[in-house]
């Protein structure tokens, strides 16, 4: 581990590292950078080498940040001079660096190759391929917006006091407050660095298969907190280590690892659309022995709602299962298959529309705009094809 990692022996001095607003944040304690750690191959090489090596031992891949600063390295002067995006660019399989967090590597020799000649090179980690979503929180000095911009989409009340509300690690702070959680700023299960102006990162793993994308805290697109932005899919962030003419990204307390994402915090992304809108699946044909299954559920007695018992199964079984697990595949089909009840007359397009509605809100309370959006196709496309109905048998 490259000193600069290596664990403080106090990281609380009181009255240091304290943004202006007066936030207590703990800090390491400066001092002697203590001995490097044996990496046996790294030693001698520049402090920032080895941090490079260390985070693509982690399974982070770095690039190079310009010297001093926090930016990526300039690009080659023909990646500069005719801009083009990084997949059309030849410039990443030579090896060079060019177009930032596309450039980002695991590969040893070539970070022997880009550290080697710039030692003073920062290192940038490409957060989406690392799997790591990054709470980043600022503390910078600017009048807070309106009470509607502090968490999008949390409607503060006018009689909440919001004095000395002034940056990130209090919108966090009031958002965790809400949620019944403490602020992960304070979370010392995780990595967390703090920045040269007096922000935090708060490093987490972002999940399996969990594509967050990247926001800015004071965007009207996508935003988590006023002052607090997200740093995932299509972003990066300065690892810790890095130097900049304001100071060095120092890693706060004794943790070094990303802890998983607490599912609360989670549930915030979600909510506040920090997930590709996934794409609306295809309605596809229920098979013929499915539909059969349906029709038998519902002959005879209350056979609307035995029919609509069966048909919600699925779907209201996704909300006893984790996220990702076919619940747009249930749903589709659900609707397809009401769709075609309503096609045959034996339900009507309000009834339908309803029992989807309630059965996605149940299973997925954060994807109500999305489950509109599916159960809207489905039962188009299903009422093309009226179910086959079953004359009823009798014994
Ligand atoms: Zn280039
Ligand atoms: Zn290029």
């Not at 490097?36 to 891949?61: M, N």
């Not at 940038?124 to 709470?135: E, H, M, N, R």
Request: aromatic share 4%; with cysteine.
């Amino acid at each position: 581990m490259p000193p600069e990692l290596r664990i403080p022996r106090s990281d609380s001095r009181p009255g240091l590292g304290r943004p202006a607003t007066g936030h207590p944040v703990p800090v390491p304690a400066p001092g002697p950078v203590p001995l490097p750690a044996p990496i046996p191959w790294a030693a001698g090489l520049s402090l920032l080498v080895r941090t490079a090596h260390w985070c693509a031992l982690q399974g982070w891949p770095v690039h190079p940040l310009a010297a001093g600063r926090k930016t990526p390295a300039a690009n080659c002067p023909a990646c500069r001079d005719q801009p083009h995006p990084a997949s059309a660019c030849s410039c990443l399989a030579e090896g060079k660096w060019c177009h930032g967090f596309h450039a980002a590597t695991l590969d040893h020799d070539l970070i022997d190759r880009w550290w080697g000649r710039n030692p003073q090179f920062g290192v940038g980690v490409a957060c989406g391929p690392a799997g790591l979503v990054v709470i980043d929180v600022d503390a910078h000095a600017t009048q807070p917006p309106t009470r509607d911009r502090i968490l999008p989409g949390i409607a503060i009340s006018d009689r909440v006091d919001l004095t000395g509300l002034a940056n990130g690690f209090h919108t966090l702070a009031v958002l965790a407050a809400l949620r019944g959680q403490d602020s992960p700023a304070d979370d010392t299960t995780t990595l967390r660095v703090r920045t040269p102006s007096g922000g935090l990162h708060i490093w987490y793993r972002a999940g399996e298969g969990r594509r967050w994308q990247c926001s800015s805290g004071s965007s009207p697109k996508r935003a988590l907190a006023w002052q607090v932005d997200v740093r995932a899919h299509g972003g990066y962030i300065v690892a810790p280590g890095t130097r900049t003419a304001d100071g060095t990204y120092l890693p706060v307390g004794a943790t070094r690892e990303p802890a998983p994402l607490p599912g609360w915090l989670a549930q915030e992304l979600e909510r506040t659309r920090h997930l590709p809108e996934a794409a609306i699946p295809a309605a596809r044909p229920v098979p013929p022995r499915a539909w059969q299954a349906v029709a038998a559920a519902g002959s005879g007695g209350t056979r609307v709602q035995r029919t609509l018992e069966k048909v919600l199964e699925p779907v209201e079984a996704c909300g006893r299962m984790p996220e990702g697990t076919g619940f747009s595949e249930a749903l589709n089909r659900a609707a397809y298959t009401l769709g075609g009840l309503v096609a045959a007359g034996r339900l009507t397009q309000q009834e339908a529309e309803q029992a989807l509605t309630r059965a996605a809100a149940a299973a997925r309370p954060t994807q109500e705009r999305r489950a509109r959006q599916i159960i809207c196709s489905g039962l188009t496309a299903g009422q093309q094809r009226p179910l086959p109905v079953e004359r009823e048998r009798r014994p």
